[in-house]
């Protein structure tokens, strides 16, 4: 049951883009649909920026995109502005012998 | 909007039961998933289970021994119990909503989490 892999931080300029990659296994990201993105500022909830790996609920800015290829989803934030600064975490449905598991989160800093 | 409020002790001892309520507002108990996140201080998201509105449930497997989740739709509220903790349970505990039809789509609602430390 290990989390999935993130980096630790990341960081770009105003106006940039930056892409988290969260790698785990055939057995989580790789073999399921099921894969959620979420945000968190310092001492708070997280926020859902997306579900279903690529869709977007309402309400996220389209400046959020995310994908997946292999065992690997991705988050790819453009036009990076202040308020993006904040920990971001994957999640994965696993199957039912480990049901969700989630990544080891990134910090993502704007310059 | 579906809005959750957790509300329990923030301290529990040793070997005791930990136990959380998460009340639902702005919307029914009904046609959600309900679940309970943890995240240990400085540490990543865990799962811990979740139960449908109409009562079936699922654990993370390894915490199923010791968790319980359940719904009292009269009071639209969902409760966490988790017995025999130790200090690995410290953490912020969220309870959250799932509106999808899978339940692992995503957590679309949040609490804003209730610190419990396990200590004597």
């Known amino acids: 049951q290990s989390a999935l892999t993130q980096p630790r931080s990341v960081s770009g300029s105003p106006g940039q883009s930056v892409t988290i990659a969260c790698t785990g296994t055939?057995?989580?990201?790789?073999?399921?649909?099921?894969v959620s993105w979420y945000q968190q500022y310092p001492g708070k909830a997280p926020k859902l920026m997306i579900y279903?790996?690529?869709e977007r609920p309402s309400g996220v800015p389209d400046r959020f995109s995310a994908s997946k290829s292999d065992n690997t989803a991705s988050l790819t934030i453009s036009g990076l502005q202040a308020e993006d600064e904040a920990d971001y975490y994957c999640?994965?449905?696993?199957?039912?012998?480990?049901?969700?598991?989630f990544g080891t989160g990134t910090k993502v800093t704007v310059l | 909007q579906v809005q959750l409020q957790e509300s329990g002790p923030g301290l529990v001892k040793p070997s005791e039961t930990l136990s959380l309520t998460c009340t639902v507002s702005?919307?029914?108990?009904?046609?959600?998933?309900w679940s309970w996140i943890r995240q240990p201080p400085g540490n990543e998201l865990e799962w811990i289970g979740y139960?449908?509105?109409?009562?079936?449930?699922m654990y993370k497997p390894s915490l199923e021994s010791r968790v319980t989740i359940s719904l009292d739709t009269s009071k639209n509220q969902f409760s966490l119990k988790l017995t025999s903790v130790t200090a690995a349970d410290t953490a912020v505990y969220y309870c959250a909503a799932t509106a999808s039809s899978s339940w692992a789509s995503g957590f679309d609602y949040w609490g804003q989490g209730n610190l419990v430390t396990v200590s004597s």
């Open positions: 139960i449908y509105y109409s009562g079936s449930t």
């Open positions: 999640c994965s449905y696993a199957g039912i012998y480990t049901s969700l598991v």
């Open positions: 279903d790996v690529s």
């Open positions: 055939s057995f989580d990201v790789g073999g399921y649909k099921y």
């Open positions: 702005g919307g029914s108990i009904s046609g959600y998933y």
